[in-house]
């Protein structure tokens, strides 16, 4: 019953997260006529259903480890109560984030709008800014060994080659 209000949460924030994106990204449109009108080619639409796609999977996923794992939710308010090193964790530590640029980019060719696509640099480095000011010394505090051990062997933005070799209890074996 405890997971499952947690999904609830976890389903409703996330949801209200991609909504407010994806109308703060129709209001862009107003700036595609002008001088960005034309800036984007009309085959760069096609490319925005699988973007989309592999940036709303990957986010999913981390809702998902989120729950299962972390017994938390995405939102700063409601966050996991445990250290999420697995899923596509293992591999960078901001997941979520690039899938929800990707999932904006993706929106952006689908509309085949230069102002969401010019946006999307924007909204990543907003969320770098917040990950490095806010979202990194709370869980330092929250977690202590175990971030930083994870912070050293994980990289931030760009994903790794190979899982690392788990070596302390954040990591599971499996």
């Known amino acids: 019953m405890k997971l499952t209000l947690v999904a609830v949460r976890a389903t409703v924030f996330s949801s ?25 080619p009309a085959w760069s639409g096609s490319l925005g259903l699988p973007v989309i796609s592999i940036g709303l999977t990957l986010a999913l996923w981390c809702v998902v480890v989120f729950v299962v794992r972390g017994h938390g939710t995405p939102a700063p308010f409601d966050a996991p109560r445990e250290l999420v090193a697995i899923g596509p964790y293992r591999y960078i530590r901001n997941p979520m ?26 909204w990543w480095l907003l969320f770098h800014v917040m990950v490095l000011v806010y979202e990194e010394p709370v869980l330092r505090a929250k977690f202590g060994p175990d971030y930083d051990d994870y912070c050293r062997r ?15 209890r954040a990591w599971p074996d499996s």
Not at 18 to 40: C, K, Q, S, T, V
Not at 154 to 168: K, V, Y
């Open 154 to 168: 994980i990289p931030r933005w760009i994903p790794s080659r190979r899982p690392p070799a788990a070596t302390s």
């Open 16 to 40: 209200g997260f991609i909504l407010m994106w994806a109308l703060f990204a129709g209001a862009l449109r107003e700036y595609d006529r002008g001088a960005l009108e034309g800036l984007l």
């Open 97 to 122: 984030y690039v899938g929800g640029g990707l999932a904006l980019l993706g929106f952006g060719l689908l509309q085949t709008s230069p102002s969401i696509v010019l946006f999307v640099p924007v």
